[in-house]
Nanobody, 114 residues
């Protein structure tokens, strides 16, 4: 089993920045991809960014150029630096880690005020 704990969410004004962190614990060996999804009420969870063990990343078009995903494999932690935040970025952000299956954190709320 892998446990994931997100932190760093909060309330920020439009144009501001936040940095999310997600620390994995438990059976962290052989974790491959890690990433971030987000979800708003009534909508499906959507991809934000994913990073491979080797550091290759993909981003949703809506966040390209504003968000940066990174990971520290020694700390089993994935980060999401979010700049130039917009009100439409408001959501619960969930991190995931892929191993024998996809594991999810409980989520952290990000609210961007206009």
């Amino acid at each position: 089993q892998v446990q994931l704990v997100e932190s760093g969410g909060g309330l920020v004004q439009a144009g501001g920045s936040l940095r999310l962190s997600c620390a994995a614990s438990g059976a962290t060996f052989s974790i491959s991809d890690m990433g971030w999804y987000r979800q708003t009420p009534g909508k499906q969870r959507e991809l934000v960014a994913v990073i491979t063990l080797g550091g290759s990343a993909i981003y949703a078009d809506s966040v390209k150029g504003r968000f940066t995903i990174s990971r520290d494999n020694a700390k089993n932690t994935v980060y999401l630096q979010m700049n130039s935040l917009k009100p439409e970025d408001t959501a619960v952000y969930y991190c995931h880690a892929d191993r024998d299956r996809r594991y999810w954190g409980r989520g952290t709320q990000v609210t961007v005020s206009s």
